[in-house]
């Protein structure tokens, strides 16, 4: 499974950007997806969590109301779209897929997700 994300770059404070992820994998509607974020200097966290039909999802506090996450499974593409970004937002994203989460559940925790792609960078300026 090979996940490609795209879409990064630089944006000023409340501005909004939109990240895809592209996975080449016949069963992507059978992944949950994920994203996560790291910051210079900081751990790995999680920002979002899609279900296999796109039923369900789950946000950290930081970007409730703020971010939201959608699927096309015919597209095998998950997005994350990112409103009134703030220079906190400034990270390396990454998409990850788990297979092992059944249907309608969504996943937090970054070791549920067997792959991840390359990460595309963010910048919010001031």
């Known amino acids: 499974v090979q996940l490609q994300a795209s879409g990064g770059g630089l944006e000023q404070a409340g501005g909004s950007v939109r990240l895809s992820c592209t996975a080449s994998v016949p069963t992507f509607s059978r992944f949950v997806m994920g994203w996560f974020r790291q910051a210079p200097g900081k751990e790995r966290e999680f920002v979002a969590s899609i279900s296999w039909a796109g039923t369900k999802t789950t946000y950290a506090e930081p970007v409730k109301g703020r971010f939201t996450t959608s699927r096309d499974n015919a597209k095998n593409t998950v997005y994350l779209q990112m409103n009134n970004l703030k220079p906190e937002d400034t990270a390396v994203y990454y998409c990850?897929?788990?297979?092992?989460?059944?249907?309608?559940?969504?996943?937090?925790?970054?070791?549920?997700?067997?792959?991840w792609g390359q990460g595309t960078q963010v910048t919010v300026s001031s």
């Open positions: 990850a897929a788990d297979h092992n989460t059944v249907s309608g559940q969504v996943t937090t925790r970054a070791n549920r997700y067997e792959y």
